[in-house]
């Protein structure tokens, strides 16, 4: 059984950075692929970006590329993500997720292609 811990949401201005957080316990994401995903409120929750961790290979959400990157800590079990050019469209819950690494990039997407997630953390940005 792997635990997902985020950290690092904050109140932000517009323009400002944040980096993101998602550490595992339990076991290690060798072989796995690590997935942000965001929810506003009152809409569903989307994907954000994701990373396969063996091959480090990255995928984005059209609205994010460019300004977010995904990345790994093979030493710390842990994905980051770095936000920088925040905009108040950006506000929401982000929660990190993880499931096999194998499969589609469309796959890895889906929502309920995952199997673990964390507990999210409040992401706020003001215009």
């Known amino acids: 059984q792997v635990q997902l811990v985020e950290s690092g949401g904050g109140l932000v201005q517009a323009g400002a950075s944040l980096r993101l957080s998602c550490a595992a316990s339990?076991?290690?994401?060798?072989?796995?692929?690590v997935a942000w995903f965001r929810q506003a409120p009152g809409k569903e929750r989307e994907f954000v970006a994701a990373?396969?961790?063996?091959?480090?290979?990255?995928y984005y959400e059209d609205s994010v590329k460019g300004r977010f990157t995904i990345s790994r800590d093979n030493a710390k079990n842990t994905v980051y993500l770095q936000m920088n050019s925040l905009k108040p469209e950006d506000t929401a819950v982000y929660y990190c997720?993880?499931?096999?690494?194998?499969?589609?990039?469309?796959?890895?997407?889906?929502?309920?292609?995952?199997?673990?997630w964390g507990q999210g953390t409040q992401v706020t940005v003001s215009s």
């Open positions: 990373i396969r961790w063996s091959a480090g290979n990255t």
């Open positions: 339990g076991r290690t994401f060798k072989g796995y692929a």
């Open positions: 997720a993880t499931r096999q690494q194998y499969g589609s990039s469309w796959s890895l997407k889906v929502l309920n292609e995952y199997g673990y």
